[in-house]
């Protein structure tokens, strides 16, 4: 698996796929969003951030 039994393996599946198993893993993937960038960080590092999900006009 992984060096640190708190690091999740890059090709790590969970067995059901939608969610955390336990509040260690609950925990671990709070930390990673924690540490994940924002779009503007992403653009200053010439990188495309993800799509929008909708757009303005689509909520009404």
């Known amino acids: 698996m992984s060096k640190n039994k ?3 393996d890059k090709n790590y599946e969970p067995e059901n796929g939608s969610m955390a198993s336990d509040m260690e893993e609950m925990e671990q993937l709070g930390k990673q969003m924690d540490k994940l960038r924002t779009n503007e960080e992403l653009k200053e590092d010439k990188k495309q951030p993800d799509p929008a999900q909708y757009k303005e006009k ?3």
Do not use: Q
């Open 6 to 8: 708190h690091e999740l």
């Open 58 to 60: 689509d909520k009404e």
